[in-house]
């Protein structure tokens, strides 16, 4: 079950809201956890054991790390997160371990592929960031397996995030009032995040498909293709964060927001600021920082840099060419910081936003092949070894409506830069705002109808 599905909008959802109004204050958060175990046994009952056993885990390590002193306190945390690491590396990677061994050996193992459970990725850095910050003493371990648990596991981020931490929604986890100005606010968050993911990343599907699917792209194909990639993934991920957020407004918990319009940046790492906000963050806090940051060498920290992007890339997938995406945005930072460094002439922001934009286009290319095939194909026929214009083929596959969201989408895209929108301002009127985008999403709705249910892009990582 996704949000964007008539199973959730029309069955799940209301019943849990009313579910949730009925529920005594000190009972609301057993509430959330039982629809959101019964969120996700929907998709697969079978993996439901495993997310919980992560939970229940990392609460018990949890108390003990915050009892423990001296070495065992480290034991305490390496114990903590061995749980959640196990199963991530086994669940996500083990495939890909195999088949790089039998493409090594040249032999064949006889091995069943591991089903990978959805959210997964994000589940497992959520335990792991929360052992982490007991230990280092910035929040308290917290007592009730019920509060933990609802961290952990609430539906509105447990597929596809934000990555959660607990010290975000700690205070909230033990106390919260009904606000109704949150709630319309939550609304409507929800309902523009709902539109965004139906309206143009899911119109744009389609066409994105098609251009990957040619055996001999042109030019114009790839580049059709992936600026249809670049804009589908990005209405796609942060049109679940918006729903997201808006579905934890509703029950009083604030997650994190993800995106702050990332496509205008002039740097790459001002992308990296602005894209996937609580991974970024959470790579450097629990990886780049403790490796050394960049409080060394140059050539240190431009290790650090890429070693942290090249596991940032195996997060996303188990792939090697997740990896080399990884590694692509590495060297990208650590040429960044080089050219400072160096003291080499500062790049304007016109021309920095352009070449930031090719930079990430190119790494969006890389990110979408499903191979090093695929990806050859994709990258020969930008350089235009099966010529430059629009194939037949891929002329015939395009749609009007396709256009029509390309051309929405990188409205939206500069649309705050044009009208000189601050992300970080106050946001009154949440209330009034939420009707005005009732139109939009009961427009989104009716179109849903004539679709199949598409999967969020990151429910595979």
């Known amino acids: 079950m996704v949000f964007a599905s008539d199973s959730f909008l029309f069955l799940f959802l209301p019943v849990f809201l009313i579910a949730y109004a009925l529920t005594p204050g000190a009972a609301r958060n057993l509430a959330i956890l039982a629809f959101s175990w019964l969120f996700y046994a929907w998709w697969r009952a ?44 086994w669940f996500k990677y083990a495939n890909m371990l195999v088949a790089t061994g039998q493409a090594v050996t040249a032999s064949v193992w006889g091995w069943e592929d591991v089903l990978l459970p959805i959210g997964l990725s994000f589940f497992v850095f959520g335990a792991i960031s929360y052992s982490v910050d007991v230990f280092r003493r910035t929040v308290p371990a917290e007592p009730s397996f019920v509060n933990y648990a609802t961290y952990q596991s609430m539906f509105g981020h447990l597929v596809a995030g934000p990555v959660v931490r607990y010290k975000w929604v700690a205070e909230r986890l033990k106390a919260r009032t009904f606000q109704r100005q949150e709630f319309m606010f939550g609304v409507e968050r929800f309902m523009l995040g ?61 997650f994190p927001e993800n995106f702050d319009n990332p496509y205008l940046s002039a740097s790459l790492s001002e992308f990296w600021r602005r894209w996937h906000i609580s991974l970024s963050s959470w790579l450097r806090d629990y990886l780049y920082i403790p490796l050394g940051g960049n409080r060394g060498s140059t050539g240190r920290t431009s290790a650090n840099l890429i070693l942290t992007m090249g596991l940032g890339g195996l997060w996303h997938g188990a792939s090697w060419t997740f990896l080399a995406w990884g590694l692509w945005h590495g060297l990208g930072l650590m040429a960044g910081r080089v050219w400072t460094a160096r003291g080499l002439p500062a790049i304007g922001p016109l021309l920095g936003h352009g070449l930031t934009l090719v930079f990430v286009m190119a790494g969006w290319a890389l990110f979408r092949a499903q191979s090093w095939g695929e990806a050859a194909t994709i990258f020969t026929g930008l350089a235009g070894a099966n010529g430059v214009a629009l194939s037949p083929a891929m002329g015939a596959a395009v749609r009007p409506v396709e256009i029509l969201a390309l051309a929405v989408g990188i409205g939206f895209v500069y649309l705050p830069k044009v009208l000189r929108i601050d992300p970080a301002a106050p946001e009154p009127g949440h209330a009034l705002r939420a009707w005005l985008a009732l139109p939009l999403f009961l427009f989104a709705v009716l179109v849903l109808q004539g679709r199949t249910v598409v999967p969020f892009l990151y429910f595979q990582f």
């Open 46 to 89: 079978d993996f439901l054991p495993l997310i919980v056993s992560i939970a229940l885990w990392s609460w018990a390590t949890g108390l003990w790390i915050a009892r423990a002193a001296g070495p065992a306190r480290h034991t305490a945390l390496l114990v903590g997160i061995a749980w959640p690491l196990v199963s991530l590396i």
């Open 194 to 254: 709902f539109a965004q993911k139906v309206l143009i990343a899911d119109t744009l599907a389609p066409l994105v498909d098609a251009g990957y699917a040619l055996a001999h792209p042109t030019t114009a194909d790839v580049a059709l293709a992936v600026t249809g990639y670049t804009l589908q993934l990005y209405f796609d991920f942060c049109g679940y964060s918006a729903m997201a957020i808006g579905l934890g407004l509703m029950v009083g918990l604030k």
